[in-house]
């Protein structure tokens, strides 16, 4: 399969990764993959922001994965920077390629580099195949999440 390029994410890759948001039941719900210019400020405030990373999987010219990393100081647990890891999605060709561990140990490295002591992330709870996904890549499901709509 082609070498694989992990790389920030540009304005020419966002219907390619909102088509990969919009591929599953969930997103399929909440995504408009019909009218991206509702994409272009996010995409805007996310390039803007040092502690933000959009980036993407790119084999062969073709965009194969996406994750967005943000990097977040603090002052819990000794003052730690930690990351969250989010809106992971592989293309529908590339599933099971193993793309989707590589991309998760470019966020974990990532993290390092920036100094981060803890990688987070969130996951639907309908989404078992991706819970046991994480587990085999030695992330804990160690709290509970809530979420409020505004």
């Not at 890759?13 to 909102?18: L, N, Q």
């Not at 977040?72 to 193993?98: K, M, N, Q």
């Not at 974990?108 to 992330?121: H, Y």
Request: aromatic share 4%; charged share 25%.
């Amino acid at each position: 399969m082609g070498d694989l390029e992990i790389r920030a994410a540009g304005v020419d890759d966002i219907a390619a990764i909102v088509a990969m948001l919009a591929d599953d039941p969930l997103g399929a719900l909440r995504e408009s993959p019909d009218d991206l210019t509702v994409y272009l400020p996010a995409l805007e405030r996310l390039t803007a922001d040092p502690n933000q990373h959009l980036v993407v999987a790119e084999r062969e010219g073709r965009v194969v994965g996406t994750l967005q990393l943000t990097v977040i100081p603090g002052l819990s647990r000794r003052g730690a920077t930690r990351s969250i890891i989010e809106a992971v999605r592989i293309h529908a060709d590339e599933r099971g390629s193993g793309l989707g561990t590589q991309l998760i140990e470019w966020a974990v490295d990532e993290s390092r580099r920036q100094g981060c002591q803890l990688v987070q992330l969130t996951s639907d709870a309908s989404r078992t195949d991706a819970h046991r996904f994480y587990e085999r890549l030695g992330f804990e499901a160690s709290h509970v999440g809530f979420k409020l709509s505004l």
